[in-house]
């Protein structure tokens, strides 16, 4: 898989039945999908694991059933339950490098008055420490601008329940000292 955003869908080598809707698929989906598990997720590498495990099960899906349409909704939702997922592993293995390592005694301390820090830059710093979940409404809705129904069933709940879940966040955002609406 590349390093690289997943903006040239010429990079993925597909042979099969059904090629030329995986390569269209591909070209309509992925740079989509790029950005959205790049907004989930920091590490470039993992963004690329998990949009290329999104096409995998895409693929799989096509080979059980090559006349079912799957919905942009489908891979969102594919691509947000294995960012969630990453989420967590990368936890799991941060917690286990900390036990390791005292991680304070090796941080270097930065003076933060030497910094100029633009208030977007710490607006996406306090949306990246939310909840995966919490996260991924915001992203859903603010970053990759779609509707509220819509957001709402890829994270399979009501728009009025998300409309509610993003009051709350927005809240909790400007009582942090940010507000993303």
Same mark, same amino acid.
Request: hydrophobic share 40%; glycine share 4%; aromatic share 8%.
């Given at each position: 898989?590349?390093?690289?955003?997943?903006?040239?869908? @010429?990079?993925?080598?597909?042979?099969?039945? /059904?090629?030329?809707?995986?390569?269209?698929?591909?070209?309509?989906?992925?740079?989509?999908?790029?950005?959205? @598990?790049? @907004?989930?997720?920091?590490?470039?590498?993992?963004?690329?694991?998990?949009?290329?495990?999104?096409?995998? =099960?895409?693929?799989?899906?096509?080979?059980?059933?090559?006349?079912?349409?799957?919905?942009?909704?489908?891979?969102?939702?594919?691509?947000?339950? &294995?960012?969630?997922?990453?989420?967590?592993?990368?936890? =799991?293995?941060?917690?286990?490098?900390?036990?390791?390592?005292?991680?304070?005694?090796?941080?270097?301390?930065?003076?933060?008055?030497? /910094?100029?820090?633009?208030?977007?830059?710490?607006?996406?710093? =306090?949306?990246?420490?939310?909840?995966?979940?919490? =996260?991924?409404?915001?992203?859903?809705?603010?970053?990759?601008?779609?509707? &509220?129904?819509?957001?709402?069933?890829?994270?399979?709940?009501?728009?009025?329940? &998300?409309?509610?879940?993003?009051?709350?966040?927005?809240?909790? &955002? @400007?009582?942090?000292?940010?507000?993303?609406?």
């Amino acid at each position: 898989m590349p390093t690289g955003p997943a903006t040239n869908a @010429a990079i993925y080598h597909v042979e099969g039945p /059904h090629d030329d809707v995986l390569r269209e698929t591909i070209d309509r989906m992925g740079p989509l999908l790029y950005r959205f @598990a790049l @907004a989930m997720l920091s590490n470039r590498e993992a963004v690329d694991d998990v949009v290329q495990e999104c096409f995998v =099960r895409y693929w799989r899906e096509l080979q059980k059933n090559p006349d079912r349409f799957i919905s942009p909704g489908w891979f969102y939702k594919v691509t947000a339950r &294995l960012c969630i997922d990453e989420t967590r592993r990368q936890k =799991r293995h941060g917690e286990a490098l900390g036990q390791i390592w005292d991680l304070e005694r090796t941080t270097p301390q930065i003076d933060p008055m030497l /910094h100029e820090t633009d208030p977007r830059d710490e607006l996406w710093n =306090r949306i990246q420490a939310l909840n995966p979940n919490d =996260r991924l409404a915001v992203v859903l809705v603010y970053y990759e601008d779609l509707p &509220l129904k819509e957001a709402a069933n890829i994270l399979g709940t009501t728009a009025t329940f &998300l409309k509610t879940k993003l009051a709350r966040i927005r809240k909790k &955002l @400007a009582r942090e000292g940010g507000d993303i609406s």
